[in-house]
């Protein structure tokens, strides 16, 4: 094509010029020639694409098609039920109820019932109303001297930076309206985070952001100053993310504006990275006592921590350290490999970490094998948007369930996935005033408060079909999974459960005593 298209523009050129002597007029089709050119020779010369060298002007129209090729996918191609990360299914019922339609489904499921990985819950054939008292569950051991009281579900943690400013306010206003929690994530609490009014649970990562020194280490009297305001009801430590553990935090520099630069402590014009580890910490018992810590600064309020499960004898070296310490979190927020994140590296993304139902299963049942799991409440996050994903997590051992995508897919998100670009087009995940504008927050504050609600209900009413007045009678002997074509297996068989106490007695065999008996308190 290079030579087709030289001899072409020689040609066309020559051609225009012998036009115009005849039919002075002529000259006018420079105006679109001469443009096509001078961009087939810049595709010549320019060294970084090889199409474009090869197949000048033309070449753009392979770019062009895969800049647009999601929404094509997304719109033309993918069924209602094979969408990545969320199923058209999934995100249209969010929609539904968060702006109050129809969300019910006609014509009987669409999904292939007989597929491996298809899970459903036994009914009962004497259903009842379950007592929706136990939609808020109490988070505070006795070592907490100002316990909350937290919605079975909230929203999970997404900073601000990463959201828009107009996102924030929404999620907060919804969480206000609603009665329910808004996770702050890693980025700090932004003037958008207690505008509204809404509770917080304050999430600090390894950046500290919000209470940090000039070096990037914690500053114990900053978080006290923040700690104290009445909207944070909550404090937890992020050790890692389920869509990128042991990676730390990202925030490109596009996103970042010196509004959140001055919120978070950091120079303009870099990434924002947070490290990988704490350096506040660096063994099982210095977690636990920079637990303390936070609970004595903040006045004694719920402090945990969220961690995605990786190695097994790591976790089971914090369950050692707070058996010998007496210090016990108020809650442990698992996160599953399958989380959201706005930026991460595919490899961390598709092949790091353990997958929710593993990990909380696990955790689960270390802390009832330690005897701990009284005192400790679990939050489950990680791709949560309905109530039977509720009704999963909680047959699983969730305490609480926290919702992040399904809380930016209620703010109006279309799954556009350009998270990371700072070209959201609804305005949610990008700091572009223009786009930003596009995002009503009275309009999204109602739809997120709705969709809670709505899910909230659908949970609840799974819950009855089932039999069950309160989420604790929901066990995993009641949830089943195809597992092939012709094998069912309920929950309780995938996820063996352990005796209380059975870790400390020593009579748990297997890879679990093994990793039991590697873990040490004294280093992860």
């Known amino acids: 094509m290079r030579n087709q298209f030289l001899v072409g523009s020689g040609v066309s050129l020559v051609a225009v010029a012998v036009a115009t002597l005849f039919w002075p007029l002529a000259a006018w089709a420079l105006v679109v020639i001469v443009p096509v050119v001078v961009l087939g020779v810049i595709d010549l010369i320019q060294p970084r694409q090889a199409v474009r060298r090869n197949f000048p002007v033309i070449g753009h129209f392979r770019y062009l098609l895969e800049l647009i090729r999601p929404e094509i996918n997304q719109y033309f191609v993918e069924s209602n039920s094979d969408g990545r990360p969320f199923s058209r299914n999934d995100r249209s019922v969010v929609y539904q109820r968060a702006k109050g339609e129809l969300d019910t489904l006609p014509f009987g499921t669409q999904r292939d019932v007989y597929a491996s990985g298809y899970e459903w819950i ?78 917080l649970i304050w999430q600090i990562g390894t950046g500290y952001f919000g209470c940090r020194t000039a070096d990037g280490r914690f500053n114990p009297d900053e978080f006290a100053k923040r700690a104290a305001l009445p ?59 920079f637990v303390e810590q936070l609970r004595d600064g903040s006045g004694g309020k719920p402090v945990g921590f969220k961690l995605c499960v990786g190695k097994r004898h790591e976790f089971l070296g914090i369950v050692k350290a707070m058996l010998e310490s007496g210090i016990v979190p108020d809650f442990i927020t698992v996160d ?13 993304s598709d092949s790091i ?55 930016m897919f209620a703010l109006g998100c279309i799954q556009a996935l350009r998270c990371n670009s700072n070209a959201c087009p609804t305005g949610v995940a990008t700091q572009d005033p223009a786009l930003v504008r596009g995002l009503h927050v009275g309009d999204k504050t109602t739809r997120v408060a709705r969709y809670h609600a709505e899910t909230v209900k659908s949970f609840f009413e799974v ?60 280093a992860f």
């Not at 206000?176 to 700090?188: I, S, V």
């Not at 929901?474 to 309920?490: A, C, D, N």
């Open 463 to 522: 819950l009855g079909a089932a039999g069950f007045h309160e989420p604790s009678e929901l066990k995993p002997w009641f949830v089943m999974r195809r597992v092939t074509t012709s094998e069912v297996q309920s929950y309780h068989e995938i996820y063996p459960s352990i005796d209380p106490g059975a870790l400390v007695a020593g009579t748990v065999g297997g890879s679990l005593g093994q990793a039991w008996e590697t873990a040490r308190a004294e």
């Open 231 to 289: 909207a944070v009801k909550m404090i937890e430590i992020k050790l890692s993310q389920g869509a990128k553990p042991g990676h730390g935090g990202i925030l490109p520099a596009a996103k970042l504006t010196p509004e959140i630069a001055a919120i978070r402590g950091v120079p303009l014009g870099h990434d924002v990275l947070s490290p990988p580890a704490h350096s506040a910490f660096a063994t099982p018992l210095g977690l636990l006592r």
């Open 122 to 199: 036994n009914h009962s054939l004497a259903p009842v109303e379950p007592r929706r008292k136990h939609a808020r569950i109490m988070v505070g051991n006795a070592a907490c001297r100002q316990p909350y009281s937290a919605s079975i579900l909230n929203v999970s943690a997404m900073s601000y930076g990463s959201l828009s400013r107009n996102a924030i306010l929404a999620l907060n206003g919804g969480a206000k309206l609603g009665g329910f929690a808004h996770n702050t994530g890693e980025g700090g609490i932004s003037p958008y985070h207690l505008e509204p009014g809404g509770d």
């Open 353 to 407: 970490g353990t997958p929710l139902s593993e990990g909380l299963s696990f955790v689960h049942q270390a802390l009832i094998g330690a005897g701990l799991r009284e005192h400790i409440r679990i939050i489950a996050s990680g791709k949560v948007n309905t109530g039977f994903q509720m009704a999963t997590r909680v047959a699983l051992g969730a305490d609480i369930c926290n919702a992040a995508r399904a809380m």
């Open 336 to 348: 599953g490999a399958e989380g959201g994140t706005g930026a991460a590296p595919l490899e961390f």
